[in-house]
């Protein structure tokens, strides 16, 4: 089990990362409310992570707290709810914000988000109540030792922050004309916005 990495970032492809972990690169996928925190490209980060397994794939999820990372875990519990979808729900609102969700009954909060129709957002309701009595945040895994990388260039995509965007959004579990009208908006709102910027401002405006 991998449960934590510190490395150097190198590039981002949202919502996945390459994170370069004394020379090992990883890719590692984040609810877009993790990737907004994260620092510059060639900067030290460290990830509280999950690791799953498939017949067909090897998947590393990151998260910047244990809290959301013990969420995720939640989520993928829960009945009908993946990995995919459990990111999908934790990009579109905060692990607090998810919290506060279920614990308030806000079912119409909950069918905003792609794949979670009325019927998800009632189970998840029911069962996520009881998992989440404790559920609290922590303060994030931090470790600014000095580590040299070598010649290790970061690289960014090389995608346009509207590609990006759209492309993150799709990973997401969007629409194809859903996603690019959210940033077709973005863009008018913000047209010299970068990626990350876009990718919350349409998530906000869904």
């Keep these: 089990m991998i449960g934590q990495l510190t490395g ?6 949202p919502p996945e990362i390459l994170l370069d972990v004394n020379g090992v690169g990883y890719e590692v996928q984040l609810p877009m409310t993790c990737f907004y ?21 090897q998947l590393l999820y990151g998260f910047n707290t244990f809290a959301e990372r013990m969420l995720f875990r939640q989520l993928i519990k829960a009945q009908g709810v993946g990995p995919k979808l459990a990111l999908t729900i934790m990009s579109g609102m905060t692990a607090h914000q998810f919290v506060h969700a279920v614990t308030h009954d806000d079912v119409t909060s ?3 988000l792609p794949g979670v129709g009325r019927k998800t957002a009632e189970r998840l309701v029911v069962e ?14 931090t470790d600014a030792a000095p580590i040299d990388f070598g010649d290790l260039t970061p690289t960014i995509s090389a995608d346009s922050p509207r590609d990006d965007a759209l492309n993150a959004l799709l990973a ?4 194809l004309a859903q996603a690019e009208k959210a940033v077709a908006a973005a863009l008018k709102a913000e047209p010299q916005a970068s990626s990350e910027q876009l990718i919350r401002f349409a998530l906000k405006n869904m």
């Design 128 to 141: 996520m109540r009881d998992r989440l009595k404790n559920w609290g945040s922590t303060t994030p895994a």
């Design 110 to 112: 909950l069918v905003k």
């Design 37 to 57: 925190e994260l620092p510059e490209l060639g900067e030290r980060v460290t990830l509280i992570t999950h690791f799953v397994v498939r017949e067909d794939a």
């Design 172 to 175: 997401l579990g969007y629409k």
């Design 8 to 13: 150097t970032l190198i590039a981002k492809h």
